[in-house]
């Protein structure tokens, strides 16, 4: 079992096909909404069919604001190094500091030749790319740089621009000198699934941790990331089932095999949401629950002794009590209570488990701030545009109302699968374990329920809104509809996530999640 206790990512491999461009812009608009990492694209110069992944990469940055960019992996036969170092830098500097740089050492010779690359034997490859490597990070660094190699020679150039951020390095590698010079240099590990399947990982992932602590490396400070593929469905095998059947299978391999970040080759809309969506955040809280069992110290916010036990010191967030709407659809003081047992002491595994609730609901309301902003952001657009009756102000509503649109199913969806889980794993166990909490856990539920139905009643807005042109009355009237709703949202979610906290914390820090 090996988890080096990376915090899990996900992240987005489209085609970078030529003829499917405005699909391929609109999939990586929808990854960026959806709360994915970062989006990888391959890169094969002499494939007629492929964008350039470098010019790509550069409109991706531009087009997004918060997702990280890499291509996955790079040619380095095919891109000099001093070149490289600059093409990345500055699109770090463009992009505020959301590039990583994923290698390759070449493979396809005839195509590296015919594009008039040099042809390297399998060693030759690998000196090439250790002297890349040296060449990159000594232009990142500025100032003068001078390197006498076999393959790469640079003599007194003033390097530069400095990158916003020290770039991470990825290596795909699976071939035994390759993966010495993984675990000696880089900073992540990205095999892919077809390359290196599942039942190999636990091999080379041995390979790699042996070859870290031969270069004087601990093996954490290698990432691992995992390209996959896969369809949902009904049947058996990896990445071939429901979402919970992906979930299970990707936090096993977080966890028996220390991989931490997915990043799926797809190029459907539907695949990417169900991906984001229920499986991500799935997969979270799996490897979050196995890392909080005994024997898994979390760090927590102040430093205890390991294995001395002090009263509860996690802390339930203090509801203020503001509503937006003043319809909250229950009654708050009839809600069942149940006190914490006098005396009661924890240890810091035991303290972990319920903390994990409130960083958990921490995100959940840090994610509704953001659909709170995004529709305050359409609707001062409409405001300014809406007088307006040309195409492209008519073009950009729609396509800020589609926008709206994603992020606000993609909250719901979470939300949803956040209270699933509860009610189908965590209450029943809780329930199993402390009987006197029966009456908080059908109150949770129950509520649980409503915020359901409030959930349906903005999906319900948020078609009204997107299935009209999006602009004249009819939209500012579809748009209030959807503020009335995303503040009940804000007000029911508000309420139940801080009194589920006042409640759970000390049952989760005797219980577990089971």
């Not at 992540?188 to 602590?213: E, H, I």
């Not at 802390?315 to 069942?336: I, K, N, Q």
């Not at 129950?446 to 359901?452: F, G, T």
């Not at 009204?464 to 004249?472: P, Q």
């Amino acid at each position: 079992m090996t988890d080096y206790g990376h915090e899990l990512e996900f992240g987005l491999f489209p085609t970078p096909a030529s003829d499917h461009l405005a699909e391929l812009l609109e999939l990586v608009q929808l990854a960026e909404v959806l709360g994915l990492d970062l989006v990888s694209v391959q890169d094969h110069p002499y494939q007629s069919r492929y964008l350039d992944t470098w010019t790509l990469l550069s409109v991706l940055g531009a087009r997004t604001r918060t997702i990280r960019l890499a291509p996955n992996v790079a040619s380095l036969p095919l891109r000099p190094p001093v070149i490289l170092a600059k093409s990345a830098a500055t699109l770090d500097l463009v992009t505020g500091g959301r590039v990583e740089l994923g290698l390759g050492a070449g493979a396809f010779w005839d195509a590296i030749e015919a594009a008039g690359g040099p042809r390297r034997t399998p060693g030759q490859a690998v000196d090439a790319l250790s002297e890349a490597i040296g060449i990159l990070r000594a232009f990142w660094s500025g100032g003068t740089v001078s390197f006498e190699g076999e393959h790469y020679r640079v003599k007194g150039l003033h390097a530069g621009p400095v990158p916003t951020h020290p770039i991470p390095i990825w290596l795909g590698a699976y071939k035994p000198r390759m993966i010495r010079l993984t675990g000696r240099l880089a900073d992540a590990w990205v095999p892919s699934m077809g390359y290196a399947d599942p039942s190999a990982l636990s091999d080379l992932n041995a390979r790699l941790d042996d070859a870290a602590v031969a270069a004087g490396r601990a093996p954490q400070e290698i990432r691992r990331i995992y390209n996959v593929f896969g369809s949902f469905g009904t049947g058996g095998g990896f990445l071939r089932g429901t979402p919970s059947d992906w979930a299970e299978q990707l936090a096993g391999l977080a966890v028996d095999e220390g991989m931490s970040t997915f990043i799926l080759g797809t190029d459907d809309a539907d695949t990417l949401h169900r991906f984001a969506d229920e499986v991500a955040p799935a997969v979270k809280e799996l490897v979050e629950a196995e890392r909080s069992l005994p024997g898994t110290v979390r760090p927590l916010p102040v430093e205890v002794e390991p294995g001395t036990a002090e009263p509860l010191r996690v802390r339930p967030t203090v509801d203020p009590g503001d509503r937006l709407t003043g319809e909250l659809p229950w009654d708050e003081p009839s809600r069942p209570t149940l006190d914490e047992p006098a005396g009661a002491s924890y240890t810091p595994e035991q303290q972990a488990v319920p903390q994990h609730l409130v960083d958990v609901h921490d995100a959940l309301r840090g994610e509704l701030d953001q659909v709170r902003d995004i529709v305050d952001q359409v609707r001062r657009g409409h405001l300014t545009v809406g007088a307006a009756r040309s195409a492209i102000n008519t073009m950009t509503m729609r396509q800020n109302n589609w926008t709206l649109g994603a992020y606000c199913e993609s909250y719901c969806r979470v939300v949803t699968g956040h209270h699933t889980l509860e009610d189908r794993s965590i209450f029943p166990h809780l329930r199993r374990s402390e009987p006197g909490l029966g009456a908080v856990l059908d109150r949770l539920a129950d509520e649980h329920e409503v915020i359901a139905k409030v959930l349906d009643a903005l999906d319900r807005a948020l078609v009204d809104l997107v299935g009209g042109d999006g602009t004249g009355h009819a939209g500012e009237r579809s748009l209030e509809a959807l503020q009335h709703k995303v503040d009940l949202v804000t007000d029911t979610m508000l309420s139940h996530l801080a009194y589920e906290e006042r409640e759970l914390i000390g049952p989760l820090a005797r219980h577990g999640f089971g």
